[in-house]
Nanobody
Framework: QVQLVESGGGLVQPGGSLRLSCAAS????????MGWYRQAPGRERELVAT???????NYADSVKGRFTISRDGAKNTVYLQMNSLKPEDTAVYYC???????????????WGQGTLVTVSS
């Protein structure tokens, strides 16, 4: 079974930090880009950050300078280090991975189940 499993969410005070992890497992041949999205209550899902297999990164303007995305190719894992958190960062965070499954040649976008981040005093 192919899946992405996120961890690291929780409750943090404004100005605090959290580190999210997302590990891909199963019959995956290769992974190209990986990324994080988030969805706050009553709002659409939005891009937070992405990282290519070569390490190129892209960030939403709202998180630039505060969040850092990284990946461990050997572990098929992507991370999101979140610093200087604000109440408006409160959301469910989802990871994704553009993956080629064993026996296939097409890229398939896999999604995790989401992890809740709450920033509140």
């Amino acid at each position: 079974q192919v899946q992405l499993v996120e961890s690291g969410g929780g409750l943090v005070q404004p100005g605090g930090s959290l580190r999210l992890s997302c590990a891909a497992s199963g019959s995956i041949s290769s992974i190209n880009a990986m990324g994080w999205y988030r969805q706050a209550p009553g709002r659409e899902r939005e891009l937070v950050a992405t990282i290519t297999s070569g390490g190129s990164t892209n960030y939403a303007d709202s998180v630039k300078g505060r969040f850092t995305i990284s990946r461990d190719g050997a572990k098929n894992t992507v991370y999101l280090q979140m610093n200087s958190l604000k109440p408006e960062d409160t959301a469910v965070y989802y990871c994704n991975a553009d993956s080629v499954l064993v026996g296939d040649t097409r890229y398939l976008r896999l999604w995790g189940q989401g992890t809740l981040v709450t920033v509140s005093s």
